[in-house]
């Protein structure tokens, strides 16, 4: 149904935006907010992981497909590749119901990694285990509280065309107690054409006070949020069991066994 797929996201549309803002919360969502070229307005979007995410994605195939393969085609190849990952549903801030069948994020934790899935567009960004393992968790305090990451990536030098971000690309990197942020790069920067990976800035820092569902069925409209700039120090990780092993492979490892032991017992549920 056309009702679904937002129109910031068409190939038509997308590439008159100047770039976007990608954030992470410890609430376990995200919020990519596309910067227009004039008067540096954004259209913001946040993420909801369902609790039955492959099912979520099936019931959205069922009414888009026809309308959107060369998305859905990514999405599945992102998929069969990363069986690991999971996917997250992107709706319009200020309106659950405003839900985007042509954009999607899905982050694995095997491959510390995010996918932003515009349209036929993918990029891909380059996490650590703990903004993933955070990121699929969602159990930090939903509102009144900063992005544990926030990053900016300029486009307005180049099409929207499928790109890679490294860790060493970004501006200030994870706000995590324990993650070490990359150093900071020059103000000046000018993105490459991809394949190649692009570098990232980050503008300003919000704070989130936004509660997303946690189901896929969509609630009665949200109340309108209010973005305030981050004034505070950078916020704190959710408290980690102590029997969880906080360092190599060991520690990924744990953090690997705790998702799958959790997609299997959401499986046995269903």
């Known amino acids: 149904m056309t009702v679904f797929i937002r129109p910031e996201f068409t190939p038509n549309i997308l590439h008159t935006f100047n770039g976007y803002h990608l954030q992470i919360f410890a609430a376990g969502r995200a919020k990519i907010s596309l910067q227009t070229l004039v008067n540096n307005k954004k259209h913001e979007f946040y993420t909801a992981l369902p609790k039955k995410d492959r099912e979520a994605l099936r019931r959205q195939k069922?009414?888009?497909?026809?309308t959107l393969p060369d998305h859905y085609a990514a999405v599945d190849q992102l998929l069969s590749d990363h069986p690991d990952a999971k996917v997250f549903r992107v709706h319009a801030?200020?309106?659950?119901?405003?839900t985007a069948d042509n954009a999607h994020v899905l982050a694995s934790l095997e491959q510390e990694?995010?996918?932003l899935v515009m349209s036929g567009v993918v990029h891909r960004w380059e996490l650590t285990t703990m903004l993933v393992h955070v990121l699929l968790e969602g159990k930090g305090k939903r509102t009144g509280e900063a992005s544990i990451l926030y990053e900016y990536v300029p486009t307005q030098e180049h099409d929207w065309q499928d790109a890679t971000f490294e860790l060493a690309d970004y501006k200030t990197g994870p706000?995590?107690?324990g993650e070490v942020p990359a150093p900071p790069l020059p103000k000046a920067i000018t993105p490459q054409r991809p394949p190649a990976a692009r570098r990232v800035h980050c503008q300003k820092d919000e704070i989130d006070d936004y509660d997303d569902p946690i189901l896929f069925t969509d609630p009665p409209d949200d109340a309108e949020e209010k973005d305030e700039f981050y004034a505070s120090s950078p916020a704190k990780a959710p408290q980690q069991n102590s029997k969880m092993k906080t360092s190599g492979s060991s520690y990924k490892d744990q953090l690997w066994a705790?998702?799958?032991a959790g997609s299997q017992d959401s499986r046995a549920q269903s």
């Open 62 to 66: 069922a009414r888009s497909l026809t």
């Open 93 to 98: 801030k200020g309106d659950n119901n405003a």
């Open 175 to 177: 706000r995590i107690t």
């Open 113 to 115: 990694a995010l996918w």
């Open 258 to 260: 705790e998702v799958r």
